[in-house]
């Protein structure tokens, strides 16, 4: 239901507002590790429920979404934490949740499927460049984005040309750190003064927090 300025109450369906999306934490407990069933209980975990849909989700979970952390949900997270460069324990604890929880950009979610092209054949588009990091050669990185950029146009018949001011991009393209983010996450977890924590080396910290 939904009220406006004038005291009036509608059903929301009535109106042009959006249904809600409601998101939250994952996992009711951050800090609790899940551990293996060697029964399915008589009740689905919650915890366990939101692990294998967010597993599933990834791709990296083919079992049945139905709240027991059995064998299949154990090998699911050994292999996650394998790749993710964790101890192979397959507890799901804090430090794999936080893990399991970054970004990724080898995900095409549910709520994207119905994406469709913004540009068509023949369109010409205009994008720039934010400033790069340091560490990076400014002339290099436009090379290469403009090489990217050759690519889709040679595939997709729209061209693309830099432009040196904000204002006149149809998009841009910039860098974030997501490192400070990851950290609070990590803070949040109570995981900063661990001992998997503090026994990281730089560029294991680096892929933890910046991935």
């Known amino acids: 239901m939904t009220i406006d300025n004038n005291g009036v109450i509608a059903p929301l369906s009535e109106t042009k507002i959006p249904e809600p999306i409601i998101r939250g934490p994952i996992f009711d407990d951050e800090k609790c590790d899940i551990k293996v069933q060697e029964a399915a209980p008589l009740k689905p975990d919650g915890d366990v429920l939101r692990l294998q849909k967010l597993m599933k989700e990834l791709g990296i979970y083919d079992g049945e979404v139905d709240g027991w952390y059995g064998p299949k949900t154990m090998a699911a997270i050994k292999n ?60 290099k990185v436009l090379h290469e984005i403009q090489q990217a950029f050759d690519t889709w146009q040679a595939a997709c018949k729209v061209t693309f040309h830099r432009v040196e001011h904000q204002k006149e991009a149809t998009f841009q393209i910039g860098w974030y750190d997501k490192a400070y983010n990851r950290r609070l996450e990590l803070e949040k977890a109570g995981l900063t003064n661990s001992k998997e924590y503090l026994s990281l080396k730089d560029d294991e910290l680096m892929d933890l927090v910046g991935n």
């Not at 964790?86 to 399991?100: F, N, P, Q, R, S």
């Open 80 to 139: 996650f934490q394998k790749k993710s460069g964790l101890k192979e324990t397959g507890v799901c604890d804090a430090l794999t949740k936080v893990k399991i929880r970054a970004p990724r950009f080898d995900v095409k979610h549910a709520e994207h499927n119905d994406d469709k092209a913004t540009y068509k054949p023949g369109d010409k588009v205009k994008y720039w460049v934010g400033e790069s990091p340091g560490y990076l050669n400014r002339s």
